[in-house]
């Protein structure tokens, strides 16, 4: 979701990537190059927030069928239980605190740059220069 205001949680240079580690730029940026032969031109460093979490309007519904279908054989084969006002304000309330405690794992795109790699280079690892003469 581009465009909120979420802070920049990791970094990297491939935009797809399944793991994300380094939490600067910088680092990012260093271990794109790090072993590369690339010494002109720019390349792009992606800034990844964790994703937002979208609950439906139909979660706390579902939560009490499965509620519901664990308790089937307890209840009137013909009419069944009916979903009261206390038992959404149960689910909601559930479903707050799991996310409360949640950890999102996914991340996404929020940011990207393009770096001059020389420029890059001179600033944050001249000694590459050094090694390359």
């Known amino acids: 979701m581009m465009g909120e205001n979420r802070e920049v949680e ?19 940026i260093e271990s794109y190059m790090d072993g590369r032969d690339m010494w002109e031109g720019t390349i ?31 209840t009137d084969p013909e009419e069944g239980p009916d979903t009261t006002p206390e038992m959404l304000k149960a689910a909601n309330a559930f479903i707050a605190a799991m996310l409360k ?17 020389l420029a890059w280079i001179e600033n944050h690892r001249p000694d590459w220069l050094k090694e390359k003469s």
Do not use: K
């Open 10 to 28: 990791l970094w990297c240079c491939d935009p797809d990537a399944e793991r994300l580690s380094d939490q600067t730029r910088e680092d990012a």
């Open 44 to 74: 792009q460093v992606h800034g990844f927030a964790r994703m937002v979490v979208n609950i439906s309007a139909s979660l706390p519904e579902m939560v009490i069928e499965t509620v519901f279908e664990h308790l089937e054989e307890y």
């Open 101 to 117: 405690e949640f950890h999102v794992w996914a991340c996404e795109v929020i940011t990207t740059e393009d770096v001059d790699v």
